[in-house]
């Protein structure tokens, strides 16, 4: 079954996040630049239910982190002399400094966005050095930093929450597919999601 979901007055700088977590859900879309500056998507699911957009939070009440975060979706492995600049700069938020993208990154980008938006990150590159960051939250909460296994410690991943569909929760995060993007993951794997104290 088809669905199609219209979405209107989307900011500009919203776009490319909204395009993001239309991507992730296999959607195809279209978009129109309205009068006032805004923007309409029209997102199509060709063999699916269309996904929660709706979710994701508002700009005016999200955490300022993800700002940064939408800004850097798309960062990928790789460049000229086969590690992405942006990547290392990443790792340099982490103790232990600027490393090439081969290094395990989802910490180092979740450091990299928390430090931009002003605030102090765990300084490791460790995915599950948040489980001790913050608070725990009560429920997952638009831009909660969430924690999952991966396989036995010290493995781990790290992203920030953008939505839910059924038993699994989307994260906006580095290092997933080898780019900074927006992915699906069982619900069971979540041991943590932190939130500023």
């Not at 102090?120 to 489980?131: E, F, H, I, P, Y």
Request: a negative charge.
């Amino acid at each position: 079954m088809s669905i199609t979901r219209v979405i209107t007055d989307i900011p500009p700088e919203r776009v490319n996040f909204v395009i993001a977590l239309i991507r992730a859900d296999g959607g195809q879309f279209e978009q129109q630049a309205e009068p006032d500056g805004e923007v309409t998507i029209i997102a199509t699911f060709p063999n699916a239910r269309a996904p929660s957009i709706e979710t994701a939070a508002p700009a005016s009440s999200e955490f300022k982190w993800m700002r940064v975060a939408r800004d850097e979706l798309g960062q990928a492995e790789g460049g000229p002399g086969g590690s992405n600049p942006r990547i290392e700069a990443y790792h340099a938020t982490t103790e232990g400094g600027a490393e090439p993208d081969s290094v395990p990154w989802c910490s180092s980008f979740v450091n990299f966005c928390v430090e931009r938006a002003g605030f102090q990150g765990t300084k490791s590159k460790s995915a599950r050095s948040w489980l001790e960051w913050g608070v725990e939250a009560a429920d997952f909460v638009p831009g909660c930093i969430v924690v999952l296994n991966r396989g036995q410690p010290p493995k781990g991943h790290v992203g920030f929450y953008v939505g839910r569909e059924s038993s699994r929760v989307r994260l906006l995060g580095g290092n997933q597919g080898d780019k900074v993007s927006v992915a699906s993951y069982d619900a069971d794997r979540v041991i943590g999601r932190r939130i500023r104290a």
